[in-house]
């Protein structure tokens, strides 16, 4: 089984080699793109010293738009995408391998990682809203249907929970022990880390109801 692991990235130099790196380190994943997703900072140029596929957008175009990018790029050669955001901190080939086994071992569409243990602030807002995580293995004939659905942002997570809903998905939820990431208000300060988190729910909530 082919598995490839995207990871959209936006301004997250300082984070995105933490991520890579243990995916690297497992033997479970062949092949991983990286979609950057307009940084203004040095996001490419970390990426460009590891083995993986860099895609680069030109300009800022949202979460979805990247997910969407980089699955396009795999589209008929992977068996299972994995999506891993890119400001995880803790993350661990184990906790990849996690992610993945159910859906080559047992009857899985779909996992969806759940932080524990990580810090109380993420552990708290996926223990409240599980199906927001955006840490997924996903078989990739579900997730080639993302690529035509009107999803902007922040509601591609929501656009998955469409997806499990239509097609009746059988889906796993993964703990992911001692993984947290950064928060909003922590890359961009408080004031403007609460607007973006504000906008994002804002969106969700537009696109569940839409």
Not at 14 to 40: A, F, H
Not at 143 to 155: H, K, P, Q, S, T
Request: glycine share 6%.
């Amino acid at each position: 089984m082919r598995v490839t692991a995207i990871i959209p990235a936006y301004n997250e130099e300082s984070r995105i080699e933490k991520v890579i790196v243990p995916i690297l380190e497992t033997d479970i994943v062949s092949n991983i793109i990286v979609v950057d997703d307009g940084s203004q900072d040095s996001t490419s140029n970390i990426v460009s010293k590891y083995n993986v596929n860099l895609v680069k957008m030109s300009k800022n175009r949202g979460k979805a738009e990247a997910i969407k990018k980089g699955i396009k790029c795999c589209e008929g050669e992977s068996d299972i995408i994995v999506l891993l955001d890119a400001d995880l901190v803790g993350l661990t080939s184990n906790h990849i391998r996690a992610l993945v086994l159910p859906i080559l071992e047992k009857d899985v569409d779909m996992t969806i990682g759940i932080f524990k243990s990580g810090r109380y602030i993420t552990d708290l807002a996926q223990s409240i809203a599980p199906n927001l995580s955006g840490q997924r293995a996903i078989k990739s004939r579900v997730a080639y249907e993302i690529v035509d659905m009107e999803v902007e942002g922040y509601c591609i997570e929501a656009a998955f929970s469409q997806l499990i809903k239509k097609y009746n998905l059988n889906v796993e939820n993964v703990i992911l022990k001692n993984v947290t990431h950064v928060i909003k208000e922590e890359k961009v300060g408080f004031i403007k880390g609460i607007s973006w988190r504000l906008q994002m729910y804002k969106d969700i909530i537009r696109y569940l109801i839409h």
